[in-house]
């Protein structure tokens, strides 16, 4: 394509673009909501634009409609989609289908979910290729195992081969722009593509990509939430809020100087001042060598796991998905007794299976989930959810029960009008605060945190963490974090346990474990988490001891 | 909260229709012009003034006999559907709550039922037992808790690995509040939906087993037995045992229109209020 066309010049020129919906909420007639509201926006060849905001911004919606495409009733009704000098909105059905997959190809947010599982990877790469007939199959999977080899998959000759199930996560995203470079479009819209891996994984992808990109000369938008990933790739950055502009500028002045407040929240979100406490003498829950695993297999999910928890204080576990963190929780909760070790707490051993465990017990640890939206019945109230540990652990009833409702809700910082609301009538981040709610009236003194914060938009997130910190203070209550989020473990955390393969590789207070010398995969963990800094990502590369687990 | 002008048209037509159904039935031995067995006229004496609907094989009032029909119909098909599905739900919940050897065993024992078509299970078992309508609402529940019982546990087995499902259990709840506060309320939709169906299949398996001779014995009759008293007219172009079905046939319309309207509000999340 580089050859049709010059290599500098206008690609994408998006005019006053607003994108409409229709709602139906039951008992009103039907109305009509702005999604996005007069955006423009301009892309020169070669170049990369990001879009970055929070859920609902509209920054996939914007992204989709350049290549003329508008989701599940979305209805494009105003502007121009100006690319390669025509407006592809005036093309019709045939244009559409003539562009999409040659000028302007898509990576979506989840590759296991966007690849066909019954058909093989080299298929599927080379489909829209020969469909648009710019090459023989011969030339497309040469192409195709040229662009595998440039993305750094393995054994690239043979890779196409396989099924979708039979890559990891982060190589299947690798493929899944391989196959969207396939048929040398000039624009690749970028979805998210590194949202859903860990952050050893992102950085091998996150720099696959950057490559492909520089190399091939293709312009791309690239989405996502993340500014420090963003930072990495784009030349310039596009602000977006409640589907409306807030602020555009080349990456530098974006993340050096921003202009707009909205946007140096962003930029500033990760920093919560935290001041580590110094361990007691006596943990209150102690975690003795244990082993775990699922079934009879005879893979051990956690080899050995000892870890300390001191009241009123966050231990903090990390590590990347299927290192065994979650499952630590569960052992410690009972859901999946250990084969070997022990649970004490207050000095005493807990029964390793739930059922035997006493009520007393039960109370004392409590847990938040991640998915907030299915962590509570969506068919009881938020009254129901927060008193029904209220009448379950202290026989609360009526009036006494609504008052200690209000005052929790109280806590958690919403008022008293949403005690009738049900789950689905909350946002995100009151979902996650209802879960909190809950978890509190028991009283516990210790609640088991499982990645809470990662469903939700930074803000958000900084929200609820500052909450939990500050509960933390009143409630002198102690946490077990389970994140693989380091920005968020540097936060709130007062000691570390890091997880590789089901084992803790490094474990103490949070000061030690964040100096160094490091061991091999802290060091990973710690230089794959994105700095909001230009040229970080060459130089976490370079730095580099070992490959994670994902490849 | 309910205002009549936001019922959609078909379930209105569907309650009115079901609503008349169970007033007739409900009301027959006082608003049937004559008695059930009474004889009062010709025999199949076309629609007049004074019988409306004609009368029937053996001369009887058709529309008094309508009535008592829809009586003992309505009376069987909802007791044996409020059986089947008090039997098929806590069941099916019990073995997705419990599982191991319990599920093994329930699901296996109800394999074993379904196994045998239950038209002719019913007839072996009817043709045994005492035919009264203990037995009768007995067997047509057990058969068709079977049904209930499958689509309740695949429905639990989907809720029961839900985290707040899970959340409930760490908190210590006993299973009977895990089943009926956690997972029935999540499975309404679905059981809902079934229990229209189930109860129209349980007027027509009676209808059945009335017109094999089985079900309801003479004098009595419900609709299903009235089709069989008066299939011969039909040779002679009488329609007599045509009202009978028409009235099955827009029972069964009318309660499942009732049905899909109760299960398009119950899948609401957010309580009614939009």
């Known amino acids: 394509m580089a050859d049709k066309h010059p290599k500098s010049g206008m690609l994408l020129d998006i005019r006053n673009l607003r994108i409409e919906a229709t709602v139906y909420p039951p008992g009103e007639p039907p109305k009509n909501i702005v999604l996005v509201h007069d955006v423009s926006l301009t892309l020169e060849k070669g170049k990369v634009l990001g879009l970055i905001g929070e859920s609902g911004a509209g920054k996939s919606t914007i992204g989709l409609s350049s290549m003329g495409y508008g989701r599940g009733g979305v209805r494009i009704t105003g502007g121009e989609v100006i690319l390669n000098g025509r407006d592809i909105l005036k093309g019709g059905k045939e244009g559409f289908r003539k562009l999409r997959g040659r000028e302007v190809c898509y990576v979506a947010q989840s590759a296991a979910a966007a690849f066909n599982p019954a058909h093989r990877l080299m298929d599927q790469v080379v489909e829209a290729a020969l469909l648009h007939g710019t090459a023989t199959r011969a030339e497309a999977e040469r192409r195709a195992v040229a662009l595998f080899k440039k993305l750094s998959l393995p054994n690239p000759e043979s890779i196409g081969e396989r099924f979708p199930h039979q890559v990891s996560g982060g190589q299947l995203q690798r493929v899944m722009t391989a196959m969207a470079l396939c048929s040398e479009p000039d624009l690749i819209v970028f979805d998210e593509p590194t949202t859903a891996l860990d952050v050893t994984t992102q950085i091998d992808v996150l720099a696959a990509i950057k490559d492909a990109i520089r190399d091939t000369h293709v312009a791309a938008l690239y989405i996502t939430h993340d500014l420090a990933v963003v930072a990495q790739v784009s030349d310039e950055i596009m602000v977006l809020r409640h589907g409306r502009l807030v602020e555009w500028g080349g990456t530098r002045q974006i993340i050096k100087e921003p202009r707009q407040e909205y946007t140096n929240a962003l930029v500033s979100v990760h920093q919560i001042e935290h001041e580590e406490q110094k361990p007691g003498t006596t943990p209150f829950l102690a975690v003795k060598s244990i082993t775990a695993a699922y079934g009879r297999s005879h893979i051990k999910v956690l080899k050995n796991v000892s870890v300390d928890i001191y009241p009123g204080q966050t231990l903090a576990v990390v590590g990347e998905s299927g290192s065994g963190k979650s499952t630590l929780a569960r052992a410690i909760t009972g859901l999946l007794p250990p084969e070997q070790g022990t649970v004490t707490f207050d000095g005493r051993p807990l029964a390793n299976r739930l059922a035997e465990r006493p009520k007393e017990d039960l109370r004392q640890l409590q847990m938040i989930y991640q998915m907030a939206d299915v962590a509570m019945n969506p068919r009881q109230t938020v009254g129901t959810i927060i008193g029904r540990p209220l009448e379950f652990y202290f026989g609360m009833r009526g009036r006494e029960r609504d008052k200690r409702v209000a005052e929790l809700l109280d806590k958690i910082e919403m008022g008293k009008g949403f005690v009738d609301r049900y789950p689905a009538e909350l946002s995100g981040g009151q979902k996650q605060r209802v879960c909190i709610a809950r978890s509190l009236a028991a009283k516990p003194k210790l609640i088991i945190c499982d990645e809470v914060t990662s469903a939700l938009d930074p803000l958000v997130a900084h929200g609820i963490l500052e909450l939990l910190l500050g509960l933390q203070k009143e409630e002198n209550v102690a946490y077990l974090f389970i994140t693989h989020d380091l920005a968020t473990v540097k936060s709130i955390a007062d000691s570390i346990a890091v997880m590789y393969r089901g084992e803790v590789v490094r474990y103490g207070a949070k000061s030690k474990v964040l100096t160094p010398p490091f061991d091999a995969y802290t060091d990973l963990l710690l230089s794959s988490v994105p700095e909001m800094e230009i040229g970080w990502l060459e130089k976490a590369i370079k730095g580099r001891r070992m490959a994670s687990a994902g490849n | ?274």
């Open chain 2, 1 to 274: 909260m309910l205002d009549i002008k936001r019922i959609p048209i078909p379930a209105l037509v569907g309650i009115v229709l079901t609503a008349l159904f169970v007033l007739a039935a409900i009301l027959a031995p006082w608003i049937a012009p004559h008695g059930n067995g009474e004889i009062v006229g010709d025999v199949w004496e076309p629609m007049s003034a004074q019988h409306w609907l004609g009368t029937d094989n053996l001369g009887r009032d058709l529309l008094s006999r309508m009535m008592y029909g829809a009586r003992i119909t309505l009376f069987i098909a909802v007791l044996a559907t409020a059986l089947s599905f008090s039997l098929g739900a806590i069941l099916g919940f019990s073995a997705a709550v419990f599982g191991g050897w319990f599920d093994t065993l329930l699901s296996r024992l109800v394999d074993l039922l379904m196994s045998i078509p239950t038209l002719i299970m019913g007839l072996v078992v009817l043709s045994v037992l005492p035919s009264n309508l203990v037995t009768l609402i007995l067997v047509m529940g057990i058969l068709d808790s079977t049904r209930v019982y499958r689509l309740s546990r695949a429905v639990a087995v989907d809720i029961n690995v839900m985290d707040y499902v899970e959340a409930a259990k760490l908190r210590g709840e006993g299973e009977g509040w895990i089943i009926f506060r956690e997972i029935l309320p999540n499975a309404l939709s679905p059981l809902v939906s079934e229990l229209g169906l189930r109860f129209i299949y349980a007027v027509l398996f009676l209808s059945t087993l009335s017109f094999l001779g089985l079900g309801v014995q003479p004098p009595d009759a419900d609709w299903g037995g009235m089709v069989k008293e008066n299939k011969d007219g039909i040779v002679f172009g009488i329609a007599a045992a045509l009202i009978p079905a028409a009235a099955i046939a827009s029972l069964a319309i009318s309660v499942n229109l009732v049905a899909d309207w109760v299960l398009n509000r119950t899948t609401s999340l957010k309580g009614g209020r939009g």
